[in-house]
């Protein structure tokens, strides 16, 4: 059965300290990994798409990577303005979206 | 400007009665998808559809009802047979099935 599960649930950080979230996957025929942000009451903002392992995007103080059975974002010197919700979703064979959980990020000042 | 528009933001209905939600896309994308989203929880596949005139029913799909009559829209009915249906509803659009998709900014609906 196709699924992903994301940990942890929550993270807190100081603001500076760099950290990683996990997104684990099972899928047959993954078509493409996917990381969003999401806050309160909004709806989710796209970050990345990774199609196969090894491969990495960055954005600002973001950084997605890609194995056969996971992705990490990972975040290096955070803002207290990168608190948010981290989604991670894969497409697969029965074309759909399958989201985790989610990671709740919060970034002390 | 491209987009998807979910209309209204916030809705409000009293208890036995059907309400439909709205969902309108600019993207020229063939697939759409309706998720449900619960306080500190992941979203759940309502609905889902690849082309125009055909739908699928995602993991939580019983109480709800979609259609596809245009490529643009695809409106969400929640019924008076789902038990629990005060959440916070999310629609989105991909190019292809199973590819990146783009979110609205949600409907939050509230049962009274």
């Known amino acids: 059965e196709d699924q992903v599960t994301q940990s942890p649930e929550a993270l807190r950080l100081q603001e500076g300290e760099s950290s990683s979230l996990n997104c684990s996957y099972t899928v047959s025929g993954l078509r493409g990994l996917f990381w969003y942000r999401q806050d309160p009451g909004k709806g989710p903002e796209f970050l990345f798409t990774l199609y196969s392992a090894g491969e990495e995007k960055e954005k600002e103080r973001l950084k997605a990577t890609l194995t056969k059975k996971e992705s990490f974002l990972h975040i290096t010197a955070p803002k207290p303005e990168d608190s948010a919700t981290y989604l991670c979703a894969f497409g697969g064979g029965a074309q759909k979206l399958v989201f985790g959980q989610g990671t709740r990020l919060t970034i002390n000042p | 400007d491209g987009g998807i528009t979910q209309s209204p933001k916030y809705l409000f209905r009293k208890e036995g009665q059907n309400v439909t939600l709205s969902c309108e896309q600019n993207?020229?994308?063939?697939?759409m998808y309706w998720y449900r989203q619960d306080p500190g929880q992941g979203l759940r596949l309502i609905y889902y559809s690849q082309i125009v005139n055909d739908f699928q029913k995602g993991d939580i799909a019983e109480g709800y009802s979609v259609s596809r009559e245009k490529k643009e829209s695809f409106p969400l009915t929640v019924t008076s047979a789902q038990k629990n249906p005060t959440a916070f509803y999310l629609c989105a659009s991909s190019q292809q099935g199973g590819t990146e998709a783009f979110f609205g900014q949600g409907t939050r609906l509230t049962v009274v």
């Open positions: 993207l020229n994308h063939d697939a």
